[in-house]
């Protein structure tokens, strides 16, 4: 395949290893979904054209992904890689990437999200980052707490400068949500929601519609849509760029 037709062919190996072997592993290449692999498999896709390929699982973060810079391969029409399991005995299971260059297989860098999560709920921290930071670190606290239930957003102090972070960066399906909430179901009370609202049971019943609100939107795949927007972010505003 030649890089002129704008695609470049992933040919990507998980090597076998006991720990997590029999969960497959949800692969996205800069936020597209490309395959789900099996332990010891090869996943051979097709992916866009890009300065930079980053690579993940949706629901992993800290250093479990891997970052291809596209001016460091011996051959932009065709990448190799090689995903191997870490970890496991009394440790988390992870996964390091690596990319074949001149004949070797060489660890990739990874993003590291732990300051960000740290800044999260760090004033201190997150007042010294700068103000593509503070977009992603909001997008990312969203992104954490959605993941429960819509209650552990709507509670939350930053949930407006959450909402406008998401705005910020394109994820239009959980806006849409979050603003339907707010003008439909909690149209009548000022947000964030207060400790208070806990022991209102007409307010619970109505958290309970705001959950299945946004349950129904992950099933269509605001969460996804959400992971793309993040990992696009990464790419233009938080990557060191080369040249």
Not at 93 to 112: M, R, W
Not at 148 to 161: G, Q, R, Y
Not at 221 to 235: P, R
Request: hydrophobic share 40%; net charge negative.
């Amino acid at each position: 395949m030649n890089d002129k037709t704008g695609k470049v062919i992933f040919q990507i190996v998980r090597k076998w290893a006991f720990p997590g072997a029999l969960l497959p592993y949800k692969l996205f290449i800069n936020g597209e979904y490309v395959g789900s692999l099996k332990n010891g498999k090869t996943l051979i896709t097709e992916v866009t054209k890009s300065d930079y390929y980053f690579i993940d699982s949706m629901y992993e973060s800290d250093e479990r992904n891997g970052i291809i810079c596209a001016s460091d391969l011996n051959d932009p029409s065709q990448v190799f890689v090689e995903i191997q399991c870490a970890g496991g005995f009394k440790t988390v299971v992870y996964y390091k990437f690596f990319a074949l260059k001149n004949g070797e297989y060489l660890e990739l860098p990874s993003f590291n999200y732990s300051r960000y999560y740290v800044a999260c709920y760090n004033e201190e921290l997150y007042s010294g980052l700068t103000k593509q930071e503070k977009i992603f670190t909001r997008c990312l606290q969203f992104f954490n707490e959605v993941s429960d239930a819509a209650d552990e957003v709507l509670f939350d102090d930053k949930v407006l400068e959450m909402l406008d972070a998401l705005k910020c960066i394109g994820a239009t399906q959980y806006t849409h949500v979050f603003s339907y909430i707010a003008e439909h179901i909690l149209s009548d009370i000022l947000l964030p929601l207060t400790d208070e609202a806990e022991n209102d049971k007409d307010l619970l019943q109505r958290m309970n519609a705001a959950n299945q609100v946004v349950w129904d939107s992950e099933k269509n795949g605001s969460a996804e849509e959400l992971h793309k927007c993040l990992v696009k972010y990464i790419i233009k505003n938080l990557l060191e760029k080369r040249q």
